[in-house]
């Protein structure tokens, strides 16, 4: 991965112009640049002809940029590179709002899973044909809570006070990401259950297991039909809870902290409901099932063209439930962070909402699908 180091300060954040943040690499920044672009014969150009050299090539490249560098469109910075590295390069107190959909560390969903792979791998788990995902292993709890902690306490650093930290979780992993948050400084202010019906049973028939013991045939049938309704302990997830945390004001009152950082308090002018005439409630749903969920817990109707063309990410988020979360959690203008931004969802909810946004995204083949969604 590329070193080339990028000015990510909250003031340079969004102005779309490639240009101006090379112009602030030395000459052997632009070099390693050029070299990582394939661009030749370039060591006797002053700095002005290499910034030239580059914008050319990347004019060329179909999806408007790669490597560490990434693309910036109007308000938006995309990253191919580890988020640690690209968030360490921010200004301290410049992040209004990080929110994020974190990987978990379960069953090859760690913080370098790919879809074509994972779905490759037949392999992946205790037993052949076991949806991905569903191993239990208590180690992975612990590497996701070991993990989160630490990017907990970097963007401790960097967000303003006030700032909110909303992370996407599973239900069995929530107090995990929770604890890293608190642990760091966070507060942990609310859990948000995003609920919804269209989702698959865990939970597996022990049957198969009966068949390969050593028994007779006449006490395996029995023992299967004895435990014909029993399966394993996974009862289908109908909702994702989502970490509400926010960095401390300190000694600030809420209005003072509004008033220096423009973070803290909630804009209570979004409504929603199916009428949208309801507060924000710590439920939402997006589909249609009930009416008095849908009267008091609805927001927009997620499209189904809004995922784009060929996005191969199997947790994609719908944009109407992350433009709500930004609206709610952020002012116009802020500066939100996704660290894990999977096929881009933050960064169009981001722009559809006028927002600023870094996303990250180590995953070269996910890091295009939010190029190309963005640039749409």
């Known amino acids: 991965m590329s ?6 300060n909250c003031e340079n954040v969004g102005t779309g112009k490639t240009t101006e ?3 602030k690499m030395s000459k052997q920044e632009l070099l390693d640049k050029c070299r990582e672009l394939g661009i030749t014969q370039c060591k006797s150009k002053t700095k002005e002809e290499l ?4 914008n050319d090539r990347d004019k060329k490249n179909e999806n408007g940029g790669g490597g560490a560098f990434g693309t910036a469109t109007e308000n938006i910075i995309i990253l191919n590179n580890d988020c640690m590295t690209e968030i360490a390069k921010m200004n301290n107190n410049s992040i209004d709002c990080v929110i994020t959909d974190p990987p978990y560390f379960i069953d090859k969903l760690d913080n370098k899973w790919s879809s074509t792979e994972i779905n490759g791998d037949v392999k992946n788990s205790h037993i052949k044909h076991l949806p991905k995902g569903m191993k239990f292993d208590k180690s992975q709890v612990k590497n996701l809570y070991d993990y989160y902690l630490e990017l907990s306490k970097l963007l401790m650093q960097k967000m303003k006070p006030g700032g909110y930290f909303l992370s996407f ?22 859990m948000i259950n995003w609920t919804y019906t269209q989702s698959m049973p865990k939970g597996m028939s022990v049957s198969h297991i009966i068949e390969k013991m050593d028994l007779s045939n006449e006490e395996k049938t029995s023992l299967i039909e004895q435990y014909r309704d029993y399966k394993t302990p996974q009862i289908r997830s109908c909702f994702e809870p989502i970490c509400v945390a926010m960095k401390p004001l300190g000694k600030l009152t809420f209005i003072q902290n509004e008033l220096i950082y423009k973070t803290g308090l909630l804009d209570f ?8 005439d309801r507060v924000p409630a710590n439920i939402i749903t997006t589909e249609e099932y009930s009416e008095c969920y849908d009267k008091n817990f ?23 439930l992350m433009e709500h979360l930004i609206k709610l959690f952020s002012k116009s203008g802020a500066l939100i962070v996704d660290p894990f931004l999977g096929s881009g969802t933050t960064a169009v909810a981001c722009k559809n909402t006028g927002r600023k946004c870094v996303g990250i ?11 190309s969604r963005i640039n749409k």
């Open 51 to 54: 910034i030239k050299l580059i």
């Open 21 to 23: 943040m090379l112009s």
């Open 298 to 320: 609805m927001i927009s109707k997620p499209s189904r063209e809004e995922k784009g063309e060929n996005n191969t990410h199997i947790t994609v988020k719908p944009v109407a």
């Open 169 to 190: 979780s599973s239900p069995r992993l929530y107090h995990a990401i929770a604890m890293s948050c608190e642990i760091a400084g966070f507060e942990i202010r609310d």
């Open 361 to 371: 995204e180590l995953n070269k083949e996910y890091y295009d699908i939010c190029v």
């Open 3 to 8: 070193k080339t180091k990028i000015d990510l």
């Open 269 to 276: 002018s979004q409504k929603v409901g199916i009428d949208s």
